[in-house]
């Protein structure tokens, strides 16, 4: 593939590699591309009955590359007058797309998830089929403490109501463990047994008949479709849009273009202790 991604091939599954190590895989358009393209390409490949998703350094996916998308806002707004909601969700929307594309996939796609797994990299991950993280694993949405709401609105369809409540109203890290208990992810595994757990479920479901995955997956995701996934997602992506754009998103903009965006949101996390802002 490219910079961002490459692919490995075992028998039947395909696997995905995040390999950004040195910028914890965030998230750019050029990632954007290069992962929809490895989707598209394991789509298309008949041998391929199963994808797994894995992730190179310390983290699987630190969310967006925020220092280029806070520019990328502050550098809109000094050139017009008014926010465009339209422009705005067909950029937001061009990632979220590719996130769907792993949900709509006629394979499996499990994610092995080691490290930070947070804000744009839930939106993300949490498309997949199944999640299996190391212990090390740490998820949470702290965005929607400010500048920011999940765009491919999973959380209630994995979690249910009162819990996907319950951190997304706080924005609270949640640990491997916590995540296994609460039902975010399928299980959480001593990290020096992650990448083989994830390919022995993976080569399991590699012995049944792609025709038998394809349909049965169709199966589990036809009643999330029903309470209005799709429609979920498109007011999630529009809201992200909305509190980008509330004053205290712009006075968050303004902040981390003064103080740069990891000093912006250490002033963030500060107050909640977690995020590596833990008090002492």
Known sequence: MGAAIRTETNGHIRTIVFARAGEYN???????????????????????????????GQAFCAGYGLDWSTAAQAASEER??????VADLRTIGSFVRVFRKMWDLSKPVIA????????????MVLCADIIIAGESAKFGYPPSR????????????????????????????????????IGLILECVPDGELQARAM???????RVPLNQLTMLK????????????RSSQLLGSFFDGVARHTQEGRDFVSRAQEIGF???????????????????
């Open 26 to 56: 965030t998230i750019t358009p050029q990632w954007r591309d290069e992962f929809s393209a490895a989707l598209d390409e394991a789509e298309r490949d008949d041998n391929v009955r199963v994808v797994v998703l894995r992730a190179e």
């Open 80 to 85: 017009t007058r008014a926010w465009d909601s």
């Open 112 to 123: 092995a998830v080691h490290g930070w797994c947070i804000a744009g990299g839930t939106d």
């Open 146 to 181: 400010v500048w920011g709401v999940p765009t491919s609105a999973m959380w209630v369809y994995r979690m249910g109501f009162e819990r996907a409540k319950r951190y997304l109203l706080t924005g609270d890290e949640i640990g491997a463990r916590e995540a296994e208990k």
């Open 200 to 206: 022995a479920l993976a080569e399991r479901m590699a």
């Open 218 to 229: 169709m199966l589990c995701n036809e009643p999330a479709e029903h309470m209005g996934l």
């Open 262 to 280: 990891r000093q912006a949101v250490r002033e963030r996390d500060a107050p909640f202790g977690d995020y590596g802002e833990r008090k002492k």
